[in-house]
């Protein structure tokens, strides 16, 4: 496995990933110590974080993920959440019905999506605006969106 911790005005996202795929990204509080070795996979990733954080018009579409052992409605909402265009949010309910589940079960799938930023979940929203949980990290879910150029509810 080869990993790769990548600093951002956020705070550093910690990336896995095996030759042929994206495993993880994670948002740490911290990042010391954590072991890397770098692929070329990761690299490019980590071009495109920087592109992404200097100019928000990176997308991570291309970015082949490792989806083993994840559901297919799971895989299918994950893929759906990766087409949202930047600046654009989509609710629960909507993504709900693209790929049949609940938008309980949306919000569930995007609290644990090991993707983050990768598949961009900030991007998914409640239907009267507000913007939902993120794993404890609302903060962070307004402050993408705002970077994005997102209108967003006062």
Request: proline share 8%; net charge positive.
């Amino acid at each position: 496995m080869y990993s790769l911790l990548i600093p951002t005005p956020i705070g550093p996202l910690f990336a896995k990933a095996t030759p042929q795929a994206l495993l993880s990204v994670d948002l740490l509080v911290l990042g010391d110590g954590l072991p890397e070795r770098p692929n070329k996979l990761l690299r490019e990733v980590s071009k495109k974080v920087d592109r992404y954080f200097a100019k928000p018009n990176e997308t991570f579409l291309e970015v082949p993920l490792d989806y083993a052992d994840l559901e297919a409605r799971r895989i299918a909402l994950y893929e759906e959440v990766r087409c949202i265009p930047l600046g654009q949010t989509r609710s629960y309910a909507q993504m709900g019905r693209l790929c049949g589940l609940t938008p309980r079960a949306v919000g569930a799938a995007m609290r644990a999506c090991p993707f983050f930023l990768v598949v961009p979940a900030q991007r998914v929203i409640h239907a009267d605006g507000r913007l939902g949980g993120f794993a404890g990290r609302e903060g962070v879910k307004e402050w993408l969106l705002r970077w994005e150029g997102a209108r967003l509810s006062p």
